[in-house]
């Protein structure tokens, strides 16, 4: 920990002073989102604002996103700090007067709310730039939302040539502004995302046996996977596999040729999550030969569990004690959802925390990806400085 009261309270002055311009900046990020990979107009918003902080950009070879870095006064460590940059296909509904005005895409993830945390952060530390050692680097990844994501193409890019540890944040809409959550160890679930193609052929709905159904078939498919689940993994650790989409057939008077169906795998455990694709694969195949159906499951993508280092969270946890007081952080819920920023804590120490937005009285209480979410935004006052003096701490408490 920092060995200073007086470094504390000048975070937290220098925190809520710069309180409105962070609003401001998360307010025109509300306003103008966009999808995964199509981050275009973000990604110029946050380079003119880093610029301003005076971080030098490193050049990546990707279309959107953006990697900036700032020197202390003399050399140490790294230290990274992410945040993800892309919104939903969501058509807003809150209300506000701030709302989206592209339609049919919405921050509906807070990931408005990691970027002005994220920068406010930077600003804490440009300002305080005299008073530590080594390199702070911000990441701003695209594509969190979108499978693969945007976090491997980011490492590939060096988001992490040289870091020595990373923080990560996520705002909770079940957790009250002013607390926290951490969770040592793995605190998200690994993820399989994958397609599955089945063809067939055709006829009139008059004569099925003139054809092979490949809805019927696609059916079979879905409701036999949910078998894996119940009577192939072990009950002790929970898996799920989900279907957000099935398309498939032309008309209701014909057999359909063809079907595209999506879906997910998550697990909680390493060693039944090394069993899903195989056993997906298995089934499909079976059901797709007894039928007389050919098949395709194509791989999407596969997202590792997020682990949490619990040296991090130790400094996390004793950070923000010092900043806000005792009471105020319990144990994240173990979840299924998926996250890439596992992707960097699978190369190096950190952590994410969730930071409680939840209001009731403006609000701030419908679930992630609700055209209804809003988040209060005195949270970014805990998050920023929670996030400016981890940092600090490390910087100035670890040699290279």
């Known amino acids: 920990m920092i060995q200073s009261d007086n470094l504390y309270s000048e975070i937290l002055h220098r925190v809520k002073k710069s309180h409105k311009r962070q609003v401001a900046l998360r307010r025109h990020l509300h306003r103008f989102p966009e999808i ?12 003119k604002e880093v610029k301003k902080l005076g971080f030098k950009e490193i050049p990546i070879k990707l279309k959107t996103g953006l990697l900036a870095e700032l020197s202390g006064k003399k050399p140490g460590p790294t230290v990274a700090i992410r945040t993800d940059i892309d919104a939903l296909p969501v058509t ?34 440009s300002e305080m730039r005299d008073q530590w050692p080594g390199r702070v680097r911000l990441i701003f990844q695209p594509a969190e939302e979108m499978p693969p994501g945007g976090a491997e193409p980011m490492i590939k890019n060096g988001a992490l040539k040289g870091v020595d540890m990373i923080l990560g944040l996520h705002v909770d809409p079940d957790i009250p502004v002013g607390q926290i959550t951490l969770r040592d160890g793995i605190t998200m679930a690994s993820v399989y ?20 159904d490949a809805l019927v078939t696609a059916a079979e498919i879905i409701e036999s996977l949910q078998k894996v689940v119940s009577r192939e993994t072990d009950p002790i650790t929970p898996v799920a ?7 498939g057939g032309v008309a209701r008077n014909t057999i359909a040729d063809r079907v595209h169906i999506q879906g997910t ?12 694709p195989a056993l997906i694969k298995r089934t499909v195949n079976g059901i797709c030969r007894a039928r007389g159906a050919d098949c395709e499951l194509i791989p999407v993508a596969s997202y590792p569990p ?22 105020l952080i319990s144990e994240s819920e173990l979840s299924l959802g998926g996250e890439d920023f596992a992707f960097y804590l699978k190369e190096i120490p950190g952590a994410m925390f969730r930071l ?23 949270a970014l006052v ?7 003096a981890t940092a600090l701490d490390f910087l100035k408490n670890n040699k290279q």
């Open 36 to 47: 995964s990979n199509r981050e275009f107009k973000t990604t110029a918003f946050l380079r």
């Open 265 to 276: 795998a998550r697990s909680l455990s390493q060693k039944n999550f090394n069993k899903v």
């Open 306 to 327: 997020l682990k949490n280092h619990p040296r991090v969270n130790r400094l996390l946890s004793a950070n923000y004690e010092t900043l806000f007081g005792r009471g």
């Open 382 to 388: 805990y998050g920023t400085a929670l996030l400016a």
């Open 92 to 125: 807003e509904k809150t209300g506000l007067a701030y709302r989206s005005k592209n339609e049919g895409c919405m921050h509906a993830c807070g990931h408005d709310m990691h970027m002005a945390a994220i920068l406010g952060t930077g600003l804490v530390l």
């Open 356 to 378: 409680g937005i939840r209001n009731e009285k403006i609000k701030a209480d419908k679930p992630w990806h609700s055209p209804e979410f809003i988040a209060d935004e005195n």
């Open 241 to 247: 596999i989900s279907f957000g989409t099935i398309h």
């Open 193 to 212: 995302d994958f397609d599955i193609i089945v063809t067939s052929r055709g006829g009139h709905a008059a004569h099925p046996h003139q054809g092979v």
